[in-house]
């Protein structure tokens, strides 16, 4: 049976690279099925990725766009999309065409039924030096402080089964929702497959996350995150010690 699929895309500032995720998304379910839906959400963009989405949607039908008139962060922005996908099967990845839409193929072709999540890694990563460190130290944190089992939390190329989304909330605003969103789902006891993909040099625009302020903000929405998520569900799961009781001579 052929599936029916929503492919998401959270867009800020994208204007550059919007049109050809759109049209590689387009093209790729086109020969996967007939039942699709793109979705993009402009998360209060300040370039003209508004207007290049209007002049999308008068050639692609099938594209649906949600506005958003002021920026929610990149958590809030999943979300939307999430909540205005309603096709069996959610793919989703950024807008800035740092990875290949038409590899959602690769994450379809490991959607067994037992799979309810496929989770993309990167083969390579393609940014500059200093990112790949600041990358790799971040995953190792985050892998580590939340014990986490998946290759790359970092890597936004996914694909779920609509039916997660009825079990697990998500609640961040900001990036620090794909390390809530692996963990829900790792604690939830989905099924998570992994797949290798392609990862590629920021063409155009420039990373929302690589400067000192934005990076003290997820450092404080982390420690928020694990003290709900680790500290305080280890503390409630935590057997309450028995009152001792006193023996009674006989």
């Known amino acids: 049976m052929r599936p029916s699929i929503s492919a998401f895309f959270p867009a800020y500032n994208d204007a550059g690279t919007i049109p050809s995720m759109v049209i590689a998304a387009d093209m790729t379910l086109r020969n996967l099925t007939d039942d699709y839906e793109i979705v993009v959400v402009n998360d209060g963009s300040a370039d003209h990725t508004a207007d290049i989405l209007k002049e999308l949607k008068l050639s692609y039908p099938r594209l649906k766009v949600v506005h958003h008139q002021q920026n929610r962060g990149y958590g809030g922005a999943l979300r939307s999309g999430f909540a205005n996908c309603c096709k069996d099967l959610v793919f989703y990845t950024d807008g800035d065409a740092q990875y290949d839409p038409r590899e959602m193929v690769l994450l379809l072709e490991a959607m067994a039924p037992e799979v309810d999540v496929v989770n993309g ?26 014990g986490l089992k998946v290759r790359d939390v970092d890597c936004d190329f996914r694909l779920f089964r609509r039916t997660v989304f009825d079990k697990v909330r998500f609640e961040q605003n900001s990036g620090v929702i794909c ?17 290798p993909v392609s990862h590629y040099h920021r063409a155009y625009g420039h990373s929302q996350f690589f400067n000192f302020s934005r990076v003290f903000r997820v450092g404080i929405d982390l420690i928020r995150l694990w003290r709900e998520l680790v500290l305080d569900k280890g503390l409630s799961s935590t057997p309450a010690e028995t009152p001792a009781v006193a023996r009674k001579d006989q």
Do not use: C
């Open 179 to 195: 390390v809530e969103m692996m963990k829900k789902v790792q604690d939830a006891g989905f099924n998570i497959a992994q797949v």
């Open 121 to 146: 890694y990167k083969v390579k990563r393609s940014d500059p030096l200093h990112r790949i460190v600041i990358g790799k130290l971040y995953h190792w944190t985050v892998k580590t402080a939340f």
